[in-house]
T-cell receptor
């Protein structure tokens, strides 16, 4: 069964460092998303991406964040200068088109020290 | 913006008993998703509901969306230890690119 894969599963970084989280969406999907969940809190929308551009982003997704689809398979989330409060589980999701099941990856846990 | 209220926040159920979790919105839901999450882990898709009055079942889990599309319930019949976890409802907002907003989750514990 096709699945969304995310790497790394866990990353520990120092405050101020750049982090890149990688996602490989399902191959025939066209819409891509990043969500995050601070431990014990709600899942929060960060950004959606379609047709090689950001289609929506939340207030959380400030200038420190960027997304990219560098090739036909990867979808990355970059945090330029990490802060302690960026520590969270980051989920990538994809779907073929609206409406439809949103497939989530297993998540990348980011710990900022 | 739309808010999703989930109830109860937590639930302890004897193995073999039935249970229901609710998800309520003040606005009409465009699409309603149920996911299960083990604490600190990934999201496992359970079901998606779109039409008012729709009901879907998978194994011992049944989800319903009311006619007004403002409330959904998740019902588990004859609960098992494997059902333990956090159940999240997510809803798609109308006129968005299908970003989901989320309820706070219901933590389900199954007592043997």
């Amino acid at each position: 069964e096709p699945e969304v894969t995310q790497t790394p599963s866990h990353q520990v970084t120092q405050m101020g460092q750049e982090v890149i989280l990688r996602c490989v969406p399902i191959s025939n999907h066209l819409y891509f998303y990043w969500y995050r969940q601070i431990l014990g809190q709600k899942v929060e929308f960060l950004v959606s991406f379609y047709n090689n551009e950001i289609s929506e982003k939340s207030e959380i997704f400030d200038d420190q964040f960027s997304v990219e689809r560098p090739d036909g398979s990867n979808f990355t989330l970059k945090i330029r200068s990490t802060k302690l409060e960026d520590s969270a589980m980051y989920f990538c999701a994809s779907r073929r088109g609206p409406p439809g099941e949103l497939f989530f990856g297993e998540g990348s846990r980011l710990t900022v020290l | 913006s739309q808010e999703l209220e989930q109830s109860p926040q937590s639930l302890i159920v004897q193995e073999g008993k039935n249970l229901t979790i609710n998800c309520t919105s003040s606005k009409t839901l465009y699409g309603l998703y149920w996911y299960k999450q083990k604490y600190g882990e990934g999201l496992i898709f359970l079901m998606m509901l779109q039409k008012g009055g729709e009901e879907k079942s998978h194994e011992k889990i049944t989800a319903k969306l009311d006619e007004k599309k403002q409330q959904s319930s998740l019902h588990i019949t004859a609960s098992q230890p494997s059902h333990a976890g956090i159940y999240l409802c997510g809803a798609a907002e109308v006129d968005s690119n299908y970003q989901l907003i989320w309820g706070a989750g219901t933590k389900l514990i199954i007592k043997p």
